[in-house]
């Protein structure tokens, strides 16, 4: 199997290419290693474009809480048009620059995956506590992404399985407040939930939102 891991020095990303790498070749790239900045099309077109394709899998680990020293928007009151951009740049249109450019990478005439990394918090349905306004709807965008690129894909690569997936509460530098009260898994842990998850998915499941358990998570 031929993967690749975007974000591959993130907490997830890198037990992400552990653990593939016992499973066969694995291509990993981030913006600390690499240079590749996800929010920049050109950087993503190039390294991405310098691939070969004919990769299996495709996991988009990028994604932060914290942008420029400023958390999430307990109130509305907290809430700037800098904060949101910058929400929306990270978590949503840098995940989709990717998806756009790692398309061509996906096999045709086999099953080939392609998941991001979203957040429960990013569902509408599952809102309840309200708060972090820009996280959630950067998550919610990237969503709506993922499920109308999956439609895209079916019609070139009728076997694609692309997913958006949440990984539970993980021991990251993603910030604290993100585990807060919560038990958090190792990034291990959490890498094996989701390539478990990911091999259970078949093309029927493609467009989908699932949990580190495999289960449905509502829009």
Do not use: C
Request: proline letters at 5%; zero cysteines.
């Amino acid at each position: 199997m031929r993967a690749l891991v975007i974000g591959a020095s993130g907490g997830i990303g890198r037990a992400l290419v552990v653990a593939l790498r016992a499973r066969g070749e694995v291509v990993g790239l981030s913006r600390s290693g690499d240079g590749l900045e996800v929010t920049d099309e050109g950087s993503v077109a190039a390294a991405l474009g310098a691939l070969e394709p004919g990769f299996d899998l495709v996991v988009v680990a990028t994604g932060a809480l914290v942008i420029g020293g400023v958390g999430p928007e307990k109130t509305l009151r907290a809430v700037t048009a800098e904060g949101l951009a910058a929400q929306f740049a990270v978590n949503a249109v840098g995940p989709a620059l990717v998806m756009k450019h790692a398309l061509r990478l996906m096999p045709r005439d086999r099953v080939a995956r392609l998941a991001v990394l979203s957040a429960r918090v990013g569902s509408i349905g599952d809102n309840a506590l309200g708060g972090w306004y820009g996280y959630r709807a950067a998550k919610a965008a990237l969503n709506q992404l993922l499920r109308t690129a999956a439609v895209e894909a079916k019609r070139t690569h009728p076997q694609s399985v692309l997913v958006a997936l949440h990984p539970g509460t993980v021991e990251t530098g993603l910030a604290p407040a993100l585990r807060a009260g919560h038990p958090a898994v190792a990034p291990e842990v959490a890498a094996g939930n989701l390539l478990r998850v990911l091999e259970g998915l078949g093309p029927e499941q493609s467009g989908g939102f699932y949990d580190w358990k495999g289960e449905v998570v509502p829009w």
